[in-house]
């Protein structure tokens, strides 16, 4: 049963993986960029600092890749990828916050 819930998942994640919206953007690319929101937002709403939200959401997303490294196959460019996406959002805060400190 367990073997048959993994090979399931793994299929799910290869299709996920390879599928393109409009030819251009992968579908992985875009959930990762979506979580990366939902994770930013919903530690932003418990603690303020967007920085805590950016060392947090790697610290996932690291967490999560390594996993990936045992149960899937992706290459080490992917990962790096998958990571630069998922914090794209939560470090567009924390230089966003920057430039608003820095011009008061």
């Known amino acids: ?5 993994d090979i399931q998942i793994r299929q799910t994640f290869r299709v996920i993986s390879k599928t393109y919206l409009f030819d251009t953007i992968r579908l992985d690319l875009l959930l990762h960029f979506i979580l990366g929101i939902i994770l930013t937002l919903l530690i932003r709403k418990w603690k303020k600092s967007p ?6 959401v790697l610290f996932i997303q690291l967490l999560k890749e390594y996993y990936d490294s045992f149960t899937m196959n992706a290459s080490f460019s992917e990962s790096v990828l998958d990571t630069v996406v998922t914090i794209s959002y939560p470090l567009t805060l924390v230089v966003l916050e920057f430039v608003m400190k820095k011009t008061r």
């Open 1 to 5: 049963m367990w073997e048959q819930i």
């Open 51 to 56: 920085l805590f939200a950016l060392a947090l």
